[in-house]
């Protein structure tokens, strides 16, 4: 990896280029929103509900008369954490259960992936919302559900990849000489699958946010007054008639940020997927 880092591919890559350009102010505004957002996104100011373009409002406002542009700065930052946890989570728990089916087999293996096969039968927006259903919205609750979601994508990949793995000589040449699992894990096997991950992380994090928009989207995410982008455009749909705009800007910025990740996640493939060079 580090090697590639050297050679430079990433950087030859103009369409990687091009997605880092865009998310990193995108990361940025996430991490400092709070502290630009000219208006305090819970500030309602009756005097301008549902106003179009004004001054010192240049996005307009919501029903309540609250700054959109001050909203969507800020309503970023809640919708990242949900994605980057839930991801984290899923990244942890799949890639280690992978690795522990294609390493042991046998009755492990048939434990392991036979959970993943279950919670793959339902499509993951379906899954979200019986859990969400149950436990209830939050940040919390919103990232343990999406990390789970999402889990078998990596142990899945995990679990290939460790099975094409392990029969390397060198891995053989590991266990003949009584290293022990750990060393095996850090050393052998996990170095060799990383390229997979990285890319399943893009891809994941996309869809955690699409995700967490969805289920904002229907009251089962982040909870009010707090903004997200989901939530936002759920609290829109009731006036796009009066202020058309209120429903079009977060779901521009929504759909840009999908797509950015998304694009990055198409160009980490043909950078560290060595059967496209082949």
């Not at 942890?92 to 089916?101: C, D, E, N």
């Amino acid at each position: 990896m580090l090697k590639k880092l050297t050679d430079n591919k990433f950087f030859e890559n103009k369409v990687f280029v091009f997605s880092v350009i865009v998310l990193v102010p995108i990361l940025i505004l996430a991490i400092i929103g709070p502290y630009i957002a000219p208006y305090d996104p819970l500030e309602i100011n009756p005097s301008m509900v549902l106003k179009s373009a004004a001054p010192g409002h240049p996005l307009g406002t919501d029903e309540f008369g609250r700054d959109i542009l001050s909203r969507l700065i800020c309503g970023i930052r809640p919708t990242f954490i949900v994605a980057i946890g839930a991801t984290a989570l899923s990244l942890v728990a799949g890639v280690l259960l992978g690795i522990f089916a294609g390493y042991f087999g046998g009755a492990v293996e048939q434990i392991i992936m036979r959970v993943m096969d279950i919670i793959l039968c339902f499509p993951p927006i379906l899954l979200a919302l019986v859990v969400v259903g149950f436990w209830g919205p939050g940040i919390q609750n919103l990232i343990v559900t999406i990390g789970i979601v999402y889990s078998p994508y990596f142990a899945r990949l995990a679990f290939s990849s460790t099975m094409q793995v392990k029969k390397q000589e060198f891995i053989e040449a590991e266990i003949s000489l009584g290293a022990n699992f750990t060393r095996i894990l850090s050393k052998g096997i996990f170095p060799n699958i990383l390229a997979p991950i990285i890319i399943q992380i893009s891809l994941t994090l996309a869809s955690a946010i699409l995700l967490e928009s969805g289920l904002s989207f229907l009251g089962l995410g982040i909870v009010p007054p707090t903004p997200s982008l989901g939530l936002m455009i759920g609290e829109a749909r009731n006036y796009i008639l009066l202020n058309p705009m209120y429903v079009i800007w977060p779901s521009l910025f929504l759909g840009v940020t999908i797509l950015v990740i998304n694009i990055m996640g198409d160009s980490l493939r043909d950078i560290l997927d060595p059967r496209l060079h082949a």
